[in-house]
């Protein structure tokens, strides 16, 4: 995830951008953000004056075909990564190496199964570090959402924000450990733009209907090949241009916080255990405001009430604990004294990615997708996040913010709300339960911040299992490249086993590679193809179309 201000960062690799009038930062969110696409539209709201919409636009575009389908396919074009680029961590003017393609269109299943084999997304450009040649090696880093817990440096974080808005206290010092205020050149190079840009027309990456696509099985009748491989799916749609802005299988939960046990007092002596805990009446009176607040508040969900799920959730990751320390929903949704000098509001809309905005029953009430969350401030937009809610995580894109407010460190805080978020959908999500902060880049000492946030795991770069981070910082102290996993038999199980079971868009027609490869008159591409498979793994595949011209 990358974190910017005007002339500031970018969270992974950092760029920034200017935002409309306003001198808003921008940090990409991934080690690497090129060309920020990001259109319209904002943000989430997690406590107070929540608003949820959806922007209208192309995402919108559904056909009756392609919804009796099951929405539009993941149409790609691959660019390979023979060609170094400057390195905005080192300065390195060749050494940031990555394999790249263009994503016309996304589901966001495709985009979980390859952000877990290391992918990343800035803009329609997907892209993946050379980890054992790029100078400084990108690792995949994920925090445990429903294990959270916030460090000293967060509490100060979340305290400054709720000073400010109940006191108006505007104290303007830099937290030295506020590495996402620092201001960093754009971690990817402008030919990010030049490579992925594709000008591939719309009309070829529209499959054709049924009735016009010659049946591809009839050439392949004689050649001894399976039936199967030789059946070619037609896909019929009006418009493949649908935007909305993991592991295929979960991997286990992880163990939970061991318990606080305590010895029973002794005979005379602590509290009478018949009786009922006493409660302070600073507890009682904050509870009691907390249920006035829910009763009084009026959060249009998609032009509904805040669901009763949610203000009990509100509610009860809100009450103090006694005995046991504050949660982060301690923080966030705590309710600001009548006479506040300032209100902070949230927001958050649908916008324009390659990913297909997607909703199912036993998903979030949002939907899955791209989504904008914007900060309102006394009714100014102070900042704007971009986050993908996907079927097993939240994952942090980037965010801009007005420099004006840098004092409150809104890198470090806009975090903290996406976990919170992230812990919020999960009540209604059971299998969203992490945190994607995109890239970890040890061998740069200014990205090391998003180590902070415990407890996280890191992705294997050769066999793409998840391993504590704990774990991984001694082996990164020795090298920048590292292979996490000590198994040394292990292998990729996602690794490609069948070239010839890889679909191909070609000629506005849906094959497999074996067919396409006995079609195809010009110049052998099986090696990049090859490449193309080997990286995104055996499973996406068979489902996502590579485009061929």
């Known amino acids: 995830m990358q974190r910017g201000s005007a002339g500031a960062l970018t969270k992974d690799g950092e760029s920034a951008i200017s935002c409309g009038r306003s001198a808003c930062a921008a940090r990409s969110k991934d080690g690497g953000g090129g060309c920020f696409r990001a259109a319209g539209g904002a943000v989430y709201g997690g406590g107070q004056d929540t608003v949820l919409s959806r922007a209208a636009g192309h995402g919108q575009r559904v056909t009756a075909e392609m919804a009796a389908a099951g929405g539009s396919p993941t149409i790609v074009e691959y660019f390979g990564g023979e060609d170094g680029y400057r390195c905005g961590y080192c300065k390195n003017e060749t050494?940031?190496?990555?394999?790249?393609?263009?994503?016309?269109s996304m589901t966001v299943q495709d985009y979980q199964d390859l952000i877990d084999r290391g992918w990343r997304?800035?803009?329609?450009?997907?892209?993946?570090?050379?980890?054992?040649?790029t100078c400084c090696p990108?690792?995949?880093?994920?925090?445990?959402a429903l294990h959270f817990q916030t460090s000293k440096s967060h509490k100060k974080v979340l305290k400054k924000m709720l000073k400010f808005l109940s006191k108006g206290d505007a104290s303007k010092v830099v937290s030295e450990e506020e590495p996402m205020d620092s201001h960093i050149e754009d971690a990817v190079a402008c030919d990010f733009a030049y490579k992925g840009e594709s000008h591939v027309s719309q009309s070829e990456l529209t499959p054709l209907s049924v009735d016009h696509t010659e049946r591809v099985e009839n050439e392949d009748q004689h050649t001894g090949e399976e039936k199967e491989e030789g059946n070619v799916q037609k896909v019929e749609s009006d418009s493949?241009?649908?935007?909305?802005?993991?592991?295929?299988?979960?991997p286990g939960e992880p163990s939970r916080s061991a318990k606080v046990v305590h010895a029973p007092p002794k005979p005379g002596k602590g509290a009478d255990l018949s009786k009922p805990l006493c409660r302070k009446a600073k507890d009682i009176r904050k509870e009691r405001k907390l249920q006035k607040l829910l009763q009084n508040q009026t959060c249009a969900v998609e032009g509904s009430q805040l669901q009763a799920t949610d203000q009990v959730f509100l509610l009860q990751n809100s009450k103090s604990k006694p005995n046991q320390p504050k949660t982060i929903e301690d923080f966030i949704f705590v309710s600001l004294p009548d006479d506040a000098q300032h209100k902070l509001e949230f927001t958050r809309f649908l916008c324009d990615s390659p990913l297909e905005a997607e909703n199912v029953p036993n998903?979030?009430?949002?939907?899955?997708?791209?989504?904008?969350?914007?900060?309102?401030?006394?009714?100014?937009?102070?900042?704007?996040?971009?986050?993908d809610i996907l079927p097993y995580c939240v994952s942090s894109v980037y965010l801009y913010y007005d420099p004006d407010y840098s004092f409150l460190s809104l890198g470090v805080y806009s975090a903290l709300r996406e976990i919170t978020f992230t812990r919020q959908l999960h009540e209604k999500a059971p299998d969203l339960c992490f945190y994607y902060m995109g890239f970890y880049i040890h061998s740069c000492p200014k990205m090391r911040y998003k180590g902070q946030y415990r407890p996280s795991d890191l992705l294997c770069p050769e066999t793409y299992v998840w391993t504590p981070i704990e774990q991984c910082l001694p082996l990164l102290e020795h090298s920048k490249y590292c292979r996490f996993n000590q198994d040394?038999?292990?292998?990729d199980e996602g690794r490609i086993k069948e070239l010839g079971r890889v679909r191909v868009l070609h000629k506005r027609t849906v094959m497999p590679y074996s067919v396409y490869k006995k079609r195809w008159k010009g110049p052998s591409d099986e090696?990049?193809?090859?490449?193309?498979?080997?990286?995104?793994?055996?499973?996406?595949?068979?489902?996502?179309l590579l485009f061929r011209s």
């Open 95 to 104: 050494g940031n190496l990555s394999h790249g393609m263009w994503a016309h």
């Open 121 to 133: 997304r800035s803009g329609k450009y997907v892209y993946k570090p050379i980890m054992n040649q």
């Open 138 to 144: 990108q690792y995949t880093i994920r925090c445990q």
């Open 240 to 250: 493949l241009q649908l935007h909305a802005d993991k592991e295929t299988p979960v």
């Open 363 to 387: 998903g979030p009430e949002c939907g899955y997708g791209s989504f904008h969350q914007q900060y309102w401030l006394d009714g100014k937009i102070i900042a704007v996040g971009v986050i």
């Open 488 to 491: 040394g038999k292990a292998v």
């Open 527 to 544: 090696a990049s193809v090859q490449q193309y498979a080997s990286l995104v793994g055996q499973t996406c595949s068979e489902r996502m």
